[in-house]
DNA sequence: CTATGGACCTGAATGC
DNA sequence: TGCATTCAGGTCCATA
């Protein structure tokens, strides 16, 4: 479900809640993606420090170790602020609970691809390996056009697909990869290496403007997304070509086209977007 | 190293 | 109405 606006929107929307908070009970439901990597009850007592994200994980840092969450495709967090077991039953769906002096946090994910990883330090195993492939982050300055463009450089791969592996920049998902390349007047077919320094530079404005407007804009509605106060973001109205085929292009007129890349579907606007 | 297809899982929408 | 097929915001892994 979640691209890198909606879990930044995630983030921001419980972070300050449970900053400082002591973790009271965890529970786990049906499995997740990987095992969390250590006992529940080994984590009890311990103080959630922050909520940070890299990519499209959150990092809840605690006072020894920390929690990688990720919310997969169908992924959600609810955070129920208050010491008291204000939490309702869990539902079939609801597959973490962490239980704070402050407030729970339960992740609900139907499709079960999200995970729950617990790293002892920032060096460990599977967290590490988890993190140690993803590419740049795209609203940091460390996004460079220049750097970028020499990645893509060694990419014969469609740019599309380039976007959504996440090892050059990361946070693209299906939804904004094809926005990103609309903006940009890019055919998502192009092989990145084949792509000028100039429309390279395009591609990296266009990214940015994206995921920063939806992150304004509280993530997209595209199915369920809210952030963990139950509220819904409202990019779906921005949508250019995203779920539009068969539609009129709002820039040109041309019908909007649907091609399959990978077992995704990509949207572009055959008139705009040029190889 | 890169590129590609399958795998994981459930539910909603679509087709016959 | 019922049943089968397709599709959905991700990404790891095996294979070529």
Not at 58 to 74: K, W, Y
Not at 190 to 197: D, F, G, K, M, Q
Request: proline letters at 4%.
């Amino acid at each position: 479900m979640p691209e890198l606006p909606e879990v930044e929107v995630t983030r921001r929307s419980f972070a300050d809640a449970i900053s400082g908070a002591r973790i009271l009970a965890v529970r786990l439901g049906a499995p997740l993606r990987w095992p969390l990597g250590v006992e529940a009850p080994a984590l009890l007592g311990r103080q959630v420090l922050a909520v940070r994200r890299r990519g499209k994980y959150l990092l809840i840092d605690l006072s020894e170790g920390l929690l990688l969450v990720h919310l997969g495709m169908s992924g959600s967090l609810a955070f129920v602020a208050g010491s008291q077991s204000g939490l309702a039953a869990p539902g079939r769906h609801d597959h973490f609970d962490l239980v704070t002096s402050q407030g729970s946090l339960r992740l609900h994910d139907p499709r079960r691809f999200g995970a729950v990883v617990y790293a002892a330090d920032q060096q460990q195993g599977m967290a590490l390996k988890l993190l140690s492939g993803l590419g740049v982050e795209p609203l940091e300055d460390g996004f460079d056009a220049l750097h970028f463009f020499q990645l893509l450089a060694r990419r014969s791969a469609p740019i599309k697909q380039v976007l959504l592996a996440g090892d050059v920049v990361v946070g693209v998902g299906n939804i904004y990869a094809s926005e990103a390349l609309f903006l940009a007047g890019i055919r998502p077919t192009v092989a990145a290496n084949r792509l000028s320094r100039v429309r390279v530079a395009r591609l990296h404005a266009a990214i940015r403007e994206v995921l920063a407007r939806a992150v304004a804009q509280g993530g997209s509605t595209l199915r369920n997304f809210s952030n963990a106060h139950g509220e819904s973001g409202h990019f779906q109205t921005q949508a250019m070509v995203y779920g539009r085929a068969g539609a009129a292009c709002y820039q040109c007129g041309a019908t909007v086209t649907t091609i399959r890349q990978g077992q995704r579907s990509t949207f572009y606007c055959p008139r705009c977007q040029k190889l």
